[in-house]
C-alpha cells in the first residue's frame, strides 16, 4: 500500500523557515518523480515544485523560486521541502503527491504551514 | 505559464442527473512525446485530492465508470452520468505539459 506521510510544518514568523518532509512506502521511491502542492485557507490548489527520481532535475512555481528548495534522500524514501524566506501568502496546507509531471495518483495528508508575526 | 480556466466555478447538480465540467487552457497540452498530460482532480471538503483522471480520459484505479474526460488540444471537459452524494466537492484540471504546473480554479459541485 503506497503511503506519503508529511511532516514539518508549524508556526514561523515572516521571513522564517521551515523544512518539510515527506516519507514515502509502498513503491520503489527512487523511480518516481515527486511534487509539492499547497492550498491556503480556502483557497485552490496551487503546484508548488517536483524533483525527478534521481534528483538531477527540479522545477519551481514562480512564487516560490529563490526562496524553496526541493529535494530527495532515495535511500531514506524521504522527501524535502526547504522554505526560506516566508511570507504571509506561503501559509498553506503542503501536500507532497507521488509523481512529477503526472503527479497525483497518491498525496499525503498534507502539513500545515503558519507564517504570521 | 500556461492559465487553466474552468467552467462553472460552482455546479448544483440533482442527485442521479449528469454534470459537466469545462477546463480550457492558453495553449495546446499536447506534449513533444505526442502525449496530452491532463488530469482532473476531486477534493471532498476536509479530504486531500484524489486524481480521478489522466492523460485526459484514462480512469485511475478506483474511480466509479460515471466518472470520463475527454478533450484534445486546449479544450477539456469531465463529465459525471449521474451524480451521487459521494461526488460533492470541488473539483480541479492540471496541465502537466508545461513547466510550471497549472491547476484550474477549481469547480465545486454541491447538490441541490
Known amino acids: 500500500e503506497v503511503q506519503l506521510l508529511e511532516s514539518g510544518g508549524g508556526l514561523v514568523q515572516p521571513g522564517g523557515s521551515l523544512r518539510l518532509s515527506c516519507t514515502a512506502s509502498?513503491?520503489?521511491?527512487?523511480?518516481?518523480?515527486m511534487s509539492w502542492v499547497r492550498q491556503a485557507p480556502g483557497k485552490g490548489l496551487e503546484w508548488v515544485s517536483a524533483?525527478?527520481?534521481?534528483?538531477?532535475?527540479?522545477h519551481y512555481a514562480d512564487s516560490v523560486k529563490g526562496r524553496f528548495t526541493i529535494s530527495r534522500d532515495n535511500s531514506k524514501n524521504t522527501l524535502h521541502l526547504q522554505t526560506d524566506s516566508l511570507r504571509g501568502e506561503d501559509t498553506a496546507v503542503y501536500y507532497c503527491?507521488?509523481?512529477?509531471?503526472?503527479?497525483?495518483?497518491?498525496w499525503g495528508q498534507g502539513t500545515l504551514v503558519t507564517v504570521s508575526s | 505559464d500556461v492559465v487553466m480556466t474552468q467552467s462553472p466555478l460552482s455546479l448544483p447538480v440533482t442527485l442521479g442527473q449528469p454534470a459537466s465540467i469545462s477546463c480550457r487552457s492558453s495553449?495546446?497540452?499536447?506534449?513533444?512525446?505526442?502525449?496530452?498530460?491532463l488530469s482532473w482532480f476531486q477534493q471532498r471538503p476536509g479530504q486531500s485530492p484524489r486524481r480521478l483522471i489522466y492523460?485526459?480520459?484514462n480512469r485511475d484505479s478506483g474511480v466509479p465508470d460515471r466518472f470520463s474526460g475527454s478533450g484534445s488540444g486546449t479544450d477539456f471537459t469531465l463529465k459525471i452520468s449521474r451524480v451521487e452524494a459521494e461526488d460533492v466537492g470541488v473539483y480541479y484540471c492540471?496541465?502537466?505539459?508545461?513547466?510550471?504546473?497549472?491547476f484550474g480554479q477549481g469547480t465545486k459541485v454541491e447538490i441541490k
Open positions: 503527491a507521488k509523481g512529477s509531471f503526472q503527479l497525483g495518483d497518491f
Open positions: 509502498g513503491f520503489t521511491f527512487s523511480s518516481y518523480g
Open positions: 524533483i525527478s527520481g534521481s534528483g538531477s532535475n527540479t
Open positions: 495553449q495546446s497540452l499536447v506534449h513533444s512525446d505526442g502525449n496530452t498530460y
Open positions: 492523460k485526459v480520459s
Open positions: 492540471l496541465q502537466g505539459t508545461h513547466w510550471p504546473l497549472t
